[in-house]
């Protein structure tokens, strides 16, 4: 009996070659060589969000030696800190001058505070950002399922349901808007990899609880007999109390050119003064009594997505621009500036929201101690951010 | 999931109060085009399928790091991933920032959906792969390198190469950077090579990590084609578009294959230990992955719409890479400059020799005695490093576009543009920057085209250094203060590494631009002759020339 003799296969082969931490000593083979060395950490040690966004993107002021390589048609490049009116320390020193024989031209003490260290105190990044998302949709589509397998929209008032297909159906459109066409538009004009980083993440958590609702809106449609999956539209496009917030919201699109104003007017003056006023103090208010427990966990995730992350980030980034040490004064006026056009229209725009609160069969808490609470928080907010809570807040 | 994908279209927003600001601009027209989303992809499938994925990475990283993978990784294939990883990051967030300039000039909202989901899998990508360097730089022998890439990337000539990629995603006409250039030619053509081929070469060299990691990124990378796809539909319907069209194809086309043939092409044939003379050489896996996958079955079928195909270009690609050498140049040029990099540069051995000389036959008589001599002189011995020994290597001029040298000497061409002379590895780079990167082109306006600016030579910045200074000045220097960061050789022990003392002695930095337009307009034109006399493998024009 003979073996046949398989030809020897192609692979390549695997060779020991000690090339693992520490199997030899030579310069840099010290522990101390085993950190991203070209940041300082904003505290005693490196975070791994820190390792992994901070200085990706380049700045002429840091290391660039040979500039930026390519520039728009009008002669700007890159992400120029004019892009926002805001100004942190340093902003308005030239970018070095490099030429023949200059070398690097380093900038020892360069301009740094608020924009280079900001950080996101989400410390998104990656990984963070799938499983908190992959974890909100499982949460999310159990909970509406075990509600269609439980037969729960049954028990929902009449109007409720109105309600429901109207103006939760409305809100959706405000998200996508917002996630869209603020927080995904401003994250090219950012002048800091940690500055779009958490603009794409915020755009996305909006753009998923916009998507959550359509896609709950279309189970109701399949589970609620004579739900209208399409009367959101109608709210959105023609019902009085939308249009006032519908103006506003495209307005936050049309920002001229600063980055800054839109994410500022979004996330401090809208969210607190109309997000939370609809999604906290009107449907998570209401729905219980309308017999629907359901809806505050879909909207639920969404305001954890604002109150928790997204304002967070929010406040490190402005925050220390009223406390910058050079543009203190000239930044807090500006924002100052900001409140006083941003909170009338919030403010009018909210008002204009106030026939929501007597649609349903039971009633939510006044319209006026809603907008009492909401204005509430945002005075604390703005105040937390070195600001004064404009004069128009008493309107 | 349609029926899903249906139903999140009635998010689509027409303004009726306020139009959004319109902050990047572009010369193409969609007024006819019909608007469809191929993606079909809603965030409640995508986070769980992500995150799924990411499961799948970092359960092999543990693996790799308790099985001690390290012990069996080719250091000659880790020194390259110095450069590489450092440079991809900022291309892979550049992407994420390029999506929105879209969103305002490219008329469909449901594509901004999709543009919007590459948004985030860049962020994803650019994070992911922060992380896998950070895990070399903390179970690799050799921490130094990684731990200050990003610092030695922003300054350092090879990294400001791959950095203008990076950047042409997202300055300039939006649809020119972020649809043509990154989605049409770089995603869909050259990620094949990035992101498939590499990682197989990876994998024979010991490293099992990469390959995890940008197999995952690759996963992501049909969504981008979509969007691309999507948008060039969009593009073609209108008759306005095909100049600009068939101009930024040939742009990003060539720009993509100078610069990424140049880098994965370096990494790939002289990265590896793995010779086995059944292994696919680069120029093997560029024709099957870009000129038969992209060329063939994605680019020439769109000749049925009537877009004119840079057939010229493609072949001319294919000839730098197969007849002129292209890799193999550009491979000499890094090892030539490895004391202004960051990163140890292994010498060839007859084993490589032999693999080179079977899979492109005559490479010996052009580069073999170069890298003897590169051998012969990588440990220091009273001699300086190669590129101030007479080894028959004449340092190139830069090329003002791709800014990778002007390797393939006969191709070097001048333009003098504002009263400088510039000099371009190729006629193709030269028309880049003096006829396509201009506010006219053929006679039409092109108000929105961006420009190509810095300083896009980076021996003139250093013109007259000591290159003891110019190391210290990038800061490419080890703990110790004087170490080179940078060897030509994977020899650690400290007796045979090369330190700033070695490069004091050493001639000044010299830029060939700075001596060129020290020359009058006789002098330029017999440099120019000279230069293209030379070669190959850098080797001064012969005498009798």
Known sequence: MTTAQRPERSVPKPQFTDAEAGAQEFPDSGASARRYNYYKPAKRKQTHYEDVTVDVQPDPRHYLAQGWIYGFADGSRGYPLTWTKLKAWGVDKPEPENGVGTGNNHVEEWPAHGWHEFRDPNEEWEMTFYRYNANVVRQTTQNVENARQAKAFDNWTANWKTFVERNVGAWMHIEHILGLYVFAAINRSCPTNMHNTAMVVNSMHKIRFAQDLALYNLTLSEEIEGFDGTAHLDAWNNDAEWQGVRKVVEALTAVDDDWGEMAFATNVVFEPLIGELFRSNLVQQAAAGNGDFVTPTVIGAGEYDYSQRDLRWTQACFGPLTQDKEFAAYNKELMQGWLSHWVPLCLEAARALQPLWSQPDAKPPRFEDALDRAKSRFAGIVTELGLEPPKELSQ | ?545
């Open chain 2, 1 to 545: 999931m349609a029926k899903a994908h249906q139903k999140i279209q009635e998010l689509s927003w027409e303004p009726q109060y306020h139009e959004p600001y319109m902050k990047y601009g572009t010369d193409y027209t969609f007024r006819k085009a019909a608007k469809k989303d191929p993606l079909k992809q809603v965030l409640r499938s995508y986070f769980p399928m992500q995150e799924e994925k990411d499961h799948r990475v970092y359960g092999a990283s543990d693996g790799a790091i308790r099985g001690n993978m390290f012990r069996q990784v080719q250091e000659r294939w880790l020194e390259w991933q110095k450069l590489f990883l450092s440079i991809i990051p900022l291309p892979e967030v550049s992407a994420a920032r390029s999506m929105p300039m879209l969103f305002h000039v490219v008329p469909n909202p449901e594509l901004h959906n999709g543009q919007a989901i590459q948004m985030i899998d860049e962020v994803r990508h650019s994070t992911i792969q922060q992380n896998l360097k950070r895990l070399y730089m903390n179970n690799y022998i050799d921490p130094a390198g990684f731990n200050n890439s990003l610092r030695n990337f922003h300054s350092d000539y090879c990294g400001t190469i791959g950095r203008q990629f990076a950047e042409g995603f997202i300055t300039g006409d939006a649809i020119t950077a972020a649809s043509i250039y990154l989605t049409i030619v770089a995603e869909t053509a050259f990620t094949n090579t990035l992101f498939v081929a590499m990682p197989a070469e990876a994998a024979a060299n010991g490293d099992y990590l990469l390959p995890t990691v940008f197999h995952s990124v690759q996963s992501d990378e049909s969504r981008h084609i979509s969007n691309g796809y999507a948008t060039l539909l969009m593009a073609l319907s209108d008759e306005d578009n095909r100049q600009l069209l068939e101009r930024d194809l040939r742009y990003a086309w060539w720009n993509n294959h100078r610069v990424v043939d140049a880098a994965i092409g370096t990494f790939i044939e002289y990265g590896t230990k793995d010779r086995r003379k059944d292994r696919e050489s680069y120029a093997e896996m560029w024709r099957r992955w870009i000129y038969d996958d992209y060329y063939r079955s994605y680019l020439v079928p769109l000749e049925k719409y009537g877009l004119v195909i840079p057939h010229d270009l493609i072949e001319e690609s294919w000839k730098q890479i197969w007849e002129k050498g292209y890799v193999h140049e550009v491979a000499q040029f890094f090892a030539t400059g490895w004391l202004a990099n960051y990163w140890r540069i292994d010498a060839m051995t007859d084993t490589d020799f032999e693999w080179f000389e079977y899979k492109y036959p005559g490479w010996y008589d052009k580069y073999g005695a170069w890298w003897e001599n590169y051998n012969r002189l990588a440990v220091p011995n009273g001699h300086n490093p190669i590129v101030f020994e007479d080894v028959d290597y004449v340092y190139p001029a830069r090329c003002w576009t791709c800014m990778v040298p002007c390797l393939v000497r006969e191709d070097m061409v001048m333009a003098d543009i504002d009263g400088v002379t510039r000099t371009y590895c190729h006629e193709v780079c030269r028309w880049t920057d003096v006829e396509a990167f201009r506010p006219t082109y053929q006679g039409r306006e092109t108000p929105n085209m961006g420009r190509l600016v810095g300083h896009r030579e980076w021996e003139t910045l250093y013109h007259g250094w000591n290159w003891a200074d110019v190391v210290s000045d990038m800061g490419f220097v080890r703990d110790d203060g004087k170490t080179m960061t940078a060897q030509p050789h994977l020899d650690l022990n400290p007796k045979k590494m090369w330190t700033l003392d070695h490069l004091r002695r050493c001639p000044p930095c010299g830029s060939p631009n700075v001596i060129i337009n020290e020359l009058d307009a006789a002098g330029k034109a017999a440099f120019l002759a000279d230069y293209n006399k030379q070669g190959p493998a850098g080797r001064p024009a012969p005498a009798s020339a």
